[in-house]
């Protein structure tokens, strides 16, 4: 996630430069307080200077843990077809509130959220179709799709339900 490289010979920003170039690394996308918290570390910053630089963040709205979970669950959704598992999962890692994970995992309509894994589960059993064993084929999806965070008895009923 972090590249520990891409920092080794940055050169130390004072206060005043960490400030301004953390709020452009806000402004560009929703960011947890890990992330930024991490950034400012990278600048050099002492531990007070990275605590009062997150709260001005918080206090001016560049930063809200609520808002990036929600645009991060919404996000993964869409884009990659993550499932609630592993959205959850990067939340944690983020160390994202409960209550602000719940507040992402709304984004996510059930409706869409069943489509979704009825289409990846009709995807890779095209994929798959070389395999002729069809258990072997039915766990091939079954990981795949569990690899992708769905929930297991999701999984296993659209497989039964495509077989029929």
């Known amino acids: 996630m972090f590249d ?4 080794i010979n940055r050169p130390k920003k004072d206060y005043n430069q960490a400030w301004l170039a953390i709020q452009k690394f806000c402004a560009y996308q929703e960011r947890c307080h890990k992330e930024v918290r991490s950034r400012l570390y990278e600048y050099g910053l002492g531990t007070e200077d990275v605590e009062e630089l997150i709260f001005k963040l918080i206090e001016d709205n560049y930063i809200n843990e609520e808002r990036f979970a929600v645009a991060y669950a919404r996000g993964k959704f869409r884009v990659k077809k993550w499932g609630r598992l592993k959205i ?77």
Do not use: M
């Open 88 to 164: 959850v999962s990067e939340l944690k890692f983020r160390q994202i509130s409960p209550f602000c994970i719940k507040k992402g995992l709304k984004e996510i309509d059930d409706k869409l959220y069943a489509e979704t894994l009825r289409d990846l589960v009709a995807k890779k059993d095209h994929d798959y179709r070389s395999t002729t064993n069809r258990f072997a084929r039915n766990k091939k999806i079954a990981n795949y799709c569990f690899n992708k965070g769905y929930e297991s008895e999701l999984i296993w009923q659209e497989i039964q339900d495509l077989e029929q």
């Open 4 to 7: 520990s490289d891409n920092h």
